[in-house]
Each structure stands twice: as structure tokens, then as C-alpha cells.
């Protein structure tokens, strides 16, 4: 099941009134029609879960998916936030990490949807990273052929990235993300105080991500970022919630302009071309994927240098904030690790006619994509972050 996106816009609004919570954070509006939705940035969110989902008029019974770890620390306040708003929650807890975005998962959560009575009006909610909101997402897209789900996002990175654009689906043997629908959510909320358990090498990995932002759309984002990294480091809300209402705006900027990746969209790939195939070829889980795209952006910064003009100084400036997230920006590359990432990359999407293309920046702040580069200069970027 493929639905179209349409979101296109970026507004930011403080200030947000709901019923008797008067409330200061940003909120990022997606509108889609009839599907419009919006992502709330700010502090105890969770608490106030049910009586935000009781003004989607949804139905009452519903189901929060969440994994292990997220599962003891907001599981029952989720739980309990829906029912004191007159929803009949069950919890559905999956193993955390990658090796639950599968179908078998997906079973499992048919299952005990079944078993609660999940209905066409009911819904899911998303408690947790990128694995749950793939996972549940894609249970919600297909589910009765489509049921509503609300994501609560509990990661930086999918609080900046993998909430926002309606790609969800899991995992094949074969490859990565393999199966998946587009399936917008009725509402995101991104609870900042979730990240006070996010392990901090999750937290800069998820930064990695903003960078990226910074580079190829928001030159005043990435002077941000060099301004307020400490306090961002320290998670202080205010410096927080700023720039992921950023993040997630930019994002549902650029997916609006290029709802099937047919252009724009390609740029948030900066950086991925060879970060997917170092986490590909080194096996996943040694790298995280931000730390696997700190080293990839180095390299494709390098050759921006080359082929696109990004001047010399700004290619310094992207490693210098790379180095002060203490998040990898070379890798060794024996001879036969560099043929392994070869061959990854050449597996992956974003090859055509056996020229491997690129995302590659013109100054920070402005991305060009579709560029196709010969092996001989992939090589020579290699060489630029070899360890
Ligand atoms: N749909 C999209 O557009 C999109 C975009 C980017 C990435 N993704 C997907 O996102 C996934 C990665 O997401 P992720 O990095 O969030 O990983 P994740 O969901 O596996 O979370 C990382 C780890 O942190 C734990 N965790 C999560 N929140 C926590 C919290 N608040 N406190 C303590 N522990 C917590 C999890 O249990 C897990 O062990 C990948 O599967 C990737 O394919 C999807
Ligand atoms: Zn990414």
C-alpha cells in the first residue's frame, strides 16, 4: 500500500493553547488536506497524551507498541495518560533494536491487536525510536487495511528524522527497509524529557542528522549548532526544543516539494552514500548509523570541496563539529574493506548506469544532489577519511 505525501509547509508557532494546558513550545504544522497533522516539541508531553488523542476524535480502544527499553521508563505513563482521557490502552512491548523491525514482529503485533479488539476507528501509538515508529507505523498502515497512529518519538533521531515524511516499514534477510507503505501519523509528539534516559552515544548520533540539515538546507542552523552545542549536549530544553522544531520543519519542507524522492528529497541522503555502506560492510550494529554518517559527510564535504565548489574553510568548519561531538570522522580501510564498501555502495539505490551518484554541497546551507562521481574520485574522498 503506497498513500502519496502532500505535506508542504514549515510553520512554527509558540505559544500553544490545548484545553486547560497552556503550554510554551514550538509546534510544527504539516498540513495534508484532510490529513494534516501537527509535531509538538516540548517538555512532559506524555502526561497530557490521552487528552491531546481525544481531541483527534479517535476511538477509544486502542494500542501503545514500544520496546524494552523505552517500555519501563514511559510505558505506564503513556498507559495511564490514555486511560485517565477514557481510552482503553493495552501495551505491546517488542525487543529494543534493529532486529525487531521485521515481519515476524509485525505478526506478533497483528496478534495481540486482534486479541484487544483493535477496530477500524481505533489506533496505535508509537512509543519509542526509529525501530518502534517503522515497526508501528507500518502495523498501523496495514492493520484493517489502515488504522490512525499517533508517534511519540523518544530518540533525537527519530525526534528530527524518522518521525516526520510517513516512510514506515521493516526489514527483509535481503536488505534494509525492504517493505514498507507511506502512512502519515494524526499527531507527533517529541517529549523532550524522554531524552533524559536516551544513552548519550545515542544522543550524539542522533545529531549527526541536524548537522546534516545544516549543510544542505540551513546555513543559520549550522552556525547555531557551533554556537549552542554544549547546551545541546547538555540537553537543555530551550536550545532543544528550537532546533528540532527546526529539524523537523526543514524536513517537512523538503518532503513536500519531492513527496516520491524523485529530487529534492534525495538530499537528506547527504552523507549516506558512504554511511550506508560503512554500516553495511562493517556489519550492522558497530557503528551507530549518525556515527557511520559523521564519516560519510567528511567524505562527501571532501569531494564538495572538489567538485562543487564548498570552499576549503567550510569543509574544516563540518569536521570541527563532527570532532567536538566526539563522533568518528575517519575510518581504517584496509584493501579489502575498501573493496567491501565498494560493493555496497554499488548495491545500494543511488547508483545508475554504474556511476555511483552523490549528494554533495555547493556552500552550507545548499545541497546539490544527483551528482554522479567516478571510482577513481570516491576513492580519492576515501583517502581523505582514512584512519
Ligand atoms: N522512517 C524514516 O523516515 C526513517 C528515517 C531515519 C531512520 N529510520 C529508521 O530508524 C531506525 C533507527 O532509529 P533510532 O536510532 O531511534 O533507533 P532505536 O529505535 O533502535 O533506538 C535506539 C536505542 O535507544 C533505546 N531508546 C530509545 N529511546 C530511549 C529513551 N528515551 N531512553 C532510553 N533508551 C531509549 C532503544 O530501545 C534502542 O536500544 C532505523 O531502523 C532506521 O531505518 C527511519
Ligand atoms: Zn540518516
Given at each position: 500500500m503506497v498513500t502519496v505525501i502532500e505535506c508542504s509547509a514549515d510553520r512554527l508557532a509558540f505559544g500553544t493553547q490545548i484545553g486547560s494546558l497552556s503550554t510554551s513550545m514550538p509546534t510544527v504544522q504539516v498540513p495534508l488536506g484532510n490529513r494534516s497533522y501537527e509535531i509538538q516539541v516540548g517538555t512532559r508531553l506524555i502526561a497530557t497524551l490521552g487528552e491531546r488523542c481525544r481531541r483527534l476524535k479517535i476511538g477509544t480502544r486502542c494500542a501503545v507498541i514500544t520496546d524494552s527499553n523505552?517500555?519501563?521508563?514511559?510505558?505506564?505513563?503513556?498507559?495511564?495518560?490514555?486511560?485517565?482521557?477514557?481510552?482503553?490502552?493495552?501495551?505491546?512491548?517488542?525487543?529494543?533494536?534493529?532486529?525487531?523491525?521485521n515481519l515476524s514482529t509485525v505478526q506478533k503485533c497483528y496478534d495481540q491487536l486482534a486479541a484487544h479488539r483493535i477496530e477500524r476507528k481505533s489506533f496505535l501509538?508509537?512509543?519509542?525510536?526509529?525501530?518502534?515508529?517503522?515497526?508501528?507505523?507500518?502495523?498501523?498502515?496495514?492493520?484493517?487495511?489502515?488504522?490512525?497512529?499517533?508517534q511519540v518519538p523518544t530518540t533525537l533521531l527519530s525526534q528530527v528524522d524518522s518521525s516526520v515524511g510517513g516512510k514506515v516499514g521493516v526489514n527483509l534477510k535481503a536488505?534494509?527497509?525492504?517493505?514498507?507503505?507511506?502512512?502519515?501519523?494524526?499527531?507527533?509528539?517529541?517529549?523532550?524529557?524522554t531524552l533524559t534516559t536516551l544513552p548519550d552515544r545515542e544522543l550524539r548520533s542522533g545529531i549527526a542528522e541536524i548537522v546534516k540539515y545544516g549543510v544542505i538546507y540551513d546555513a543559520t542552523l549550522f552556525q547555531r549548532l557551533e554556537k549552542q552545542l554544549d547546551g545541546l549536549l547538555e540537553?537543555?530544553?530551550?536550545?532543544?526544543?528550537?532546533?528540532?522544531?527546526?529539524?523537523?520543519?526543514?524536513?517537512?519542507?523538503?518532503?513536500?516539494?519531492?513527496?516520491?524522492?524523485?529530487?529534492?528529497?534525495?538530499?537528506?541522503?547527504?552523507?549516506?552514500?558512504?554511511?550506508?555502506?560503512?554500516?553495511?560492510?562493517?556489519?550492522?550494529g558497530k557503528f551507530l548509523h549518525g556515527e557511520?554518517?559523521?564519516?560519510?559527510?567528511?567524505?562527501?564535504?571532501?569531494?564538495?570541496?572538489?567538485?562543487?565548489?564548498l570552499p576549503t574553510a567550510d569543509v574544516q568548519r563540518i569536521q570541527a563539529l563532527f570532532e567536538r561531538l566526539g563522533l568518528p570522522t575517519s575510518i581504517k580501510l584496509p584493501g579489502d574493506k575498501r573493496d567491501k564498501l565498494f560493493s555496497a555502495m554499488r548495491l545500494d539505490k543511488k547508483v545508475s548506469a554504474g556511476e555511483i551518484h552523490f549528494v554533495l554541497a555547493e556552500g552550507i546551507g545548499k545541497a546539490v544532489w544527483g551528482q554522479r562521481v567516478p571510482d577513481a574520485e570516491v576513492n580519492w574522498a576515501l583517502d581523505q577519511v582514512k584512519g
Open positions: 523505552v517500555g519501563k521508563h514511559y510505558g505506564e505513563a503513556a498507559i495511564k495518560s490514555l486511560k485517565v482521557a477514557g481510552f482503553t490502552p493495552t501495551l505491546i512491548t517488542v525487543d529494543a533494536g534493529e532486529s525487531s523491525k501509538v508509537a512509543l519509542g525510536g526509529g525501530v518502534v515508529g517503522d515497526l508501528a507505523g507500518f502495523v498501523a498502515a496495514t492493520y484493517l487495511r489502515g488504522i490512525a497512529f499517533v536488505g534494509k527497509n525492504l517493505v514498507g507503505a507511506f502512512h502519515q501519523p494524526r499527531l507527533v509528539l517529541c517529549d523532550l524529557d540537553k537543555q530544553p530551550p536550545i532543544l526544543s528550537a532546533i528540532i522544531a527546526r529539524c523537523c520543519a526543514i524536513k517537512a519542507e523538503i518532503v513536500s516539494q519531492d513527496e516520491t524522492e524523485t529530487g529534492m528529497r534525495a538530499a537528506l541522503n547527504f552523507g549516506h552514500t558512504i554511511g550506508h555502506a560503512i554500516e553495511n560492510s562493517s556489519g550492522y557511520a554518517i559523521s564519516i560519510g559527510q567528511v567524505a562527501a564535504a571532501h569531494l564538495s570541496a572538489r567538485r562543487t565548489g
